[in-house]
């Protein structure tokens, strides 16, 4: 390189060159590192049990009452929430058996390992023995779907099913869609609770109810009338002695669980309740849950499915809040995890 210097022009040295041009890059190298120390580190995605703690206020909805079962064992309470949008005349006639005690004192009679709970009058085969229904109906017609209704929230699930056309939630309920038809229903899975029924679709209305314990059977879909589901206390189903009847009925009366009492929560005093709450499952705090649900963040996890199914997702419950505004529960899923 050449430069004018007294009106000269001379070379510099080749060592003075070099020097110029690492002095430049690295003037260069720390303007880039200047410009990253700026920049905000990368946020780490959050776990499930990580949205949950930090969910607010909003992200939570009280449960109805007036919608809410409990189902008393010697063992403890199992808390049921009804589903009135999916099946209205079921919720109001098993309300309305509970509110005339028909089931205090029956049993669960059978218990089917990796299938369903079920409990009933042990002598409803017995015209002399089989327990009275003073006001509530002994069948009703079938409630197996009803039709798609935009005011319904419905929050879509990303990877498809193999019984329906899409599926998603409806506040906390799994939900199945099929556009074409203009159907909806609710969806089989572990802790739904559903009504028993004969061979004929009419011939159940909620004297008989079960609820699934083991894989899910999506083919009763449609097959039977849904209309609740368990929020908490399912350890109190699932862990029953299995019988060994045929369908896993109990073939000994001494095997029978007994029932306490089935009430609803709106006839029980306020100081007697389960506070609960449940997380809404339309808002964007679910739909992060979701996506952490379809990819695991936790330690242990080294492969990511990247997808989920319908029953693998489960809604978080916990105590409702106290007045303060902070959560005194933790947050943590009712089933699975």
Same mark, same amino acid.
């Given at each position: ?10 070379? +510099?040295?080749? #060592?003075?060159?070099? @020097? ?7 003037? !260069? ?35 109805? $009452? ?17 589903? $009135?949008? @999916? ?31 079920? #409990?009933?009058?042990?002598?409803? &085969?017995? $015209? ?25 929230? %419905? ?13 998603? %939630? ?7 869609? &099929? ?5 909806? #229903? ?24 079960? *609820?699934? !314990? ?12 849904? @209309? ?11 862990? +029953? ?20 009492? !089935?009430? *609803?929560?709106? &006839? *029980? ?14 808002? &964007? ?14 330690? #242990?996890?080294? %492969? ?10 489960? !809604? ?17 899923? $009712?089933?699975?995890?």
């Amino acid at each position: 390189m050449k430069i004018a210097t007294n009106g000269k022009r001379v070379r +510099l040295p080749v #060592w003075t060159m070099v @020097f110029r041009i690492l002095n430049i890059a690295c003037l !260069i190298a720390a303007a880039g590192v200047a410009v990253q120390a700026t920049e905000p580190p990368a946020q780490k995605p959050m776990t499930m049990a990580e949205i949950v703690a930090a969910a607010k206020t909003e992200d939570w909805r009280d449960l109805d $009452p007036e919608s809410t079962l409990y189902l008393e064992l010697a063992g403890g309470r199992v808390v049921i929430e009804l589903a $009135p949008v @999916f099946a209205p005349q079921h919720a109001a006639n098993v309300k309305a058996l509970a509110r005339e005690r028909y089931f205090d004192g029956l049993a669960i009679i059978r218990v089917q390992d990796n299938y369903v709970v079920q #409990w009933g009058d042990p002598a409803a &085969d017995d $015209p002399q023995k089989v327990r009275k229904i003073l006001h509530a109906k002994k069948n009703l017609p079938a409630e197996f779907d009803r039709a798609i209704d935009a005011k319904i929230p %419905f929050t879509l699930l990303p990877d498809g099913d193999v019984y329906a056309q899409e599926v998603g %939630f409806c506040d906390g309920f799994p939900v199945a869609r &099929d556009k074409g038809s203009g159907r909806m #229903w609710l969806t089989h899975g572990y802790g739904m609770v559903g009504a028993g029924r004969g061979n004929t679709s009419d011939s159940g209305g909620g004297t008989e109810i079960y *609820v699934v !314990i083991g894989q899910v059977p999506r083919h009763l879909d449609r097959n039977c009338t849904l @209309f609740g589901r368990v929020l908490q206390g399912m350890e109190l189903l699932s862990s +029953l002695p299995r019988a060994s009847g045929p369908m896993g009925f109990y073939d000994k009366a001494e095997q029978y669980v007994p029932i306490k009492s !089935i009430c *609803v929560a709106a &006839d *029980v005093p306020l100081a007697e309740r389960s506070d609960l709450e449940v997380m809404r499952t339309d808002t &964007d705090t679910f739909r992060q849950l979701v996506e952490a649900r379809r990819n695991r963040r936790e330690e #242990w996890f080294l %492969f990511k499915a990247g997808r989920i199914e319908l029953c693998n997702i489960p !809604i978080p419950l916990r105590k409702k809040e106290k007045r303060t505004g902070k959560g005194t529960g933790d947050g943590l899923p $009712p089933t699975g995890t």
